[in-house]
């Protein structure tokens, strides 16, 4: 395993961290399940685990909280808050009524006083960026968070909140955690050279892209990952966008194949070869997923095999840019663009 430095923190992460979408429900994973995969993921060199409280509904808080009791000084430990946790209106978004309560929340699940990233899930619209910096800034100073992070966030809105700290004097986003893979390579073009220019650590998420680059994935067979079932429309081989993905992967399990790596190495590899990236996150959803992707740990891709992957997705191309994360909300409502 190698380890980076987590933006200008200080703290040394391993280039594969572990993500606990999958524990639970999402995923179907049991606690001894969970628990193993932990295990096994740090005893593998890892040590940063992320997870959020939306995953399953909190249930993906406590099992991790449980499978990390006896250790936890030795894990970088992360979550997220912002997204929906039910119907009330108000528990959800960056405010301060919600991020203080919520964080309360997350901290009793996962059995801790302390996380050491707090990060927002997705960019809330609806609130400033100095009301929710002025709170995390407040929770910092009360130790119950160490650092704070964003996710999924837009490049200007990056930028936006580093300057709302800088002249408020709030505590700033130290990472940022993008959607990254060599499928979907649009944060190249605005979202990697601003957290670079701001000295960000970056936590890259699904870059497997969502199954795609698992190796499961292939023509002729049939899809049925779990990922597959749950957004069939992202795997729908009637889509234009899907088959010009499947035709992508075809050519670069050629590439892996050449190489002598799997898809998986190749995928992985590639992600944590950017210089803007601190760690890729992977969500196995059981010990044989893990432990393929743990085979990727100290891959390093030599100059040709990037080339060779620039010639099938040009860099900073989104092969499916309908499934961006960080698209402006005026340009999916259009009474935002028209009123």
Same mark, same amino acid.
């Given at each position: 395993?190698?380890?980076?430095? +987590?933006?200008?923190?200080?703290?040394?992460?391993?280039?594969?961290?572990?993500?606990?979408?999958?524990?639970?429900?999402?995923?179907?994973?049991?606690? $001894?399940?969970?628990?193993?995969?932990?295990?096994?993921?740090?005893?593998?060199?890892?040590? +940063?685990?992320?997870?959020?409280?939306? #995953?399953?509904?909190? /249930? *993906?808080?406590?099992?991790?909280?449980?499978?990390?009791? *006896?250790?936890?000084?030795?894990?970088?430990?992360?979550?997220?808050?912002?997204?929906?946790?039910?119907?009330?209106?108000?528990?959800?978004?960056?405010?301060?009524?919600?991020?203080?309560?919520?964080?309360?929340?997350?901290?009793?699940?996962?059995?801790?006083?302390?996380?050491?990233? #707090?990060?927002? &899930?997705?960019?809330?619209?609806?609130?400033?960026?100095?009301?929710?910096?002025?709170?995390? =800034?407040?929770?910092?100073?009360?130790?119950?968070?160490?650092?704070?992070?964003?996710? =999924?966030?837009?490049? #200007?809105?990056?930028?936006?909140?580093?300057?709302?700290?800088?002249? &408020?004097?709030? *505590?700033?986003?130290?990472?940022?955690?993008?959607?990254?893979?060599? %499928?979907?390579?649009?944060?190249?073009? &605005?979202? %990697?050279?601003?957290?670079?220019?701001?000295?960000?650590?970056?936590?890259?998420?699904?870059?497997?892209?969502?199954?795609?680059?698992?190796?499961?994935?292939?023509?002729?067979?049939?899809?049925?990952?779990?990922?597959?079932?749950? +957004?069939?429309?992202?795997?729908?081989?009637?889509?234009? *966008?899907?088959?010009?993905?499947?035709?992508?992967? /075809?050519?670069?399990?050629?590439?892996?194949?050449?190489?002598?790596?799997?898809?998986?190495? +190749?995928?992985?590899?590639?992600?944590?070869?950017?210089?803007?990236?601190?760690? !890729?996150?992977?969500?196995?959803?059981?010990?044989?997923?893990?432990?393929?992707?743990?085979?990727?740990?100290?891959?390093?891709?030599? !100059?040709?095999?990037?080339?060779?992957?620039?010639?099938?997705?040009?860099?900073?191309?989104?092969?499916?840019?309908?499934?961006?994360? $960080? =698209?402006?909300?005026?340009?999916?409502?259009?009474?935002?663009?028209?009123?």
């Amino acid at each position: 395993m190698q380890y980076r430095t +987590l933006g200008r923190t200080g703290v040394q992460i391993s280039t594969l961290a572990l993500g606990a979408m999958n524990f639970g429900a999402i995923g179907r994973t049991t606690q $001894d399940e969970v628990t193993a995969i932990v295990d096994t993921a740090l005893a593998g060199g890892i040590n +940063l685990i992320d997870t959020a409280d939306m #995953y399953s509904g909190g /249930e *993906s808080e406590k099992m991790v909280g449980k499978a990390i009791a *006896s250790r936890r000084e030795d894990i970088v430990l992360a979550t997220k808050a912002s997204m929906p946790m039910g119907d009330e209106r108000n528990h959800q978004g960056a405010s301060r009524r919600w991020l203080v309560t919520e964080l309360d929340n997350s901290l009793r699940r996962l059995g801790v006083d302390h996380v050491d990233l #707090y990060q927002i &899930h997705r960019w809330d619209p609806k609130t400033s960026d100095e009301e929710t910096l002025s709170a995390l =800034t407040d929770l910092q100073r009360a130790g119950k968070i160490r650092y704070l992070g964003s996710s =999924t966030f837009p490049a #200007y809105r990056i930028v936006q909140a580093q300057w709302a700290a800088r002249e &408020h004097r709030f *505590s700033r986003y130290v990472t940022e955690q993008p959607s990254y893979s060599i %499928l979907q390579r649009g944060v190249e073009t &605005h979202v %990697l050279p601003v957290t670079e220019e701001y000295g960000m650590g970056v936590l890259a998420w699904s870059p497997l892209a969502s199954g795609w680059l698992s190796g499961a994935i292939r023509e002729g067979r049939e899809i049925s990952t779990n990922r597959s079932g749950v +957004l069939p429309q992202r795997f729908d081989l009637t889509r234009p *966008s899907n088959r010009v993905r499947l035709e992508a992967v /075809e050519r670069l399990a050629k590439v892996a194949d050449q190489a002598g790596l799997s898809l998986i190495q +190749l995928a992985l590899g590639f992600v944590v070869a950017h210089p803007g990236v601190t760690s !890729a996150i992977i969500g196995p959803r059981t010990l044989e997923h893990l432990e393929s992707q743990l085979a990727a740990a100290d891959t390093v891709l030599p !100059a040709d095999v990037l080339d060779a992957i620039d010639g099938i997705v040009a860099p900073g191309t989104d092969l499916a840019p309908e499934e961006k994360h $960080d =698209t402006p909300p005026a340009l999916l409502d259009a009474s935002l663009r028209r009123r």
